[in-house]
Nanobody, 126 residues
Framework: QVRLVESGGVSVQAGGSLRLSCAAS????????MGWFRHLPGKEREGVAA???????AYASSIKGRFTISRDNAKNTLYLQMNSLKPEDTARYYC????????????????????WGQGTQVTVSS
């Protein structure tokens, strides 16, 4: 059974940093494509960053240079390091996983991913 559990979301001031974690079970993060998405009520879910089994990464232009996706294979955990946070980064952040999709030409759309966590809330105040 696949389970993705996000953590690390808190309230932070603009300019600050956070690291989100996604603890995975039933998934091998080193062999699957993994992604981070964010969602605000009334808006579409936005792909933030993704990584495939080869270590190729893709980032949304809105966060490129500020966020970094990584994984710890020994802990089977996915991370999102978020620096220079802005109020517009406020959203609920979700971890997603898929065993088959590998194309990191851009951040894959949400329908690509088969499994999702429950999300963690990030609030950035100005």
């Amino acid at each position: 059974q696949v389970r993705l559990v996000e953590s690390g979301g808190v309230s932070v001031q603009a300019g600050g940093s956070l690291r989100l974690s996604c603890a995975a079970s039933g998934v091998t993060v080193s062999r699957w494509s993994m992604g981070w998405f964010r969602h605000l009520p009334g808006k579409e879910r936005e792909g933030v960053a993704a990584i495939n089994e080869f270590g190729d990464t893709a980032y949304a232009s809105s966060i490129k240079g500020r966020f970094t996706i990584s994984r710890d294979n020994a802990k089977n955990t996915l991370y999102l390091q978020m620096n220079s946070l802005k109020p517009e980064d406020t959203a609920r952040y979700y971890c997603a996983a898929d065993p088959n999709y590998s194309d990191m030409g851009g951040v894959p759309g949400a329908p690509v991913f088969s499994y999702w966590g429950q999300g963690t809330q990030v609030t950035v105040s100005s």
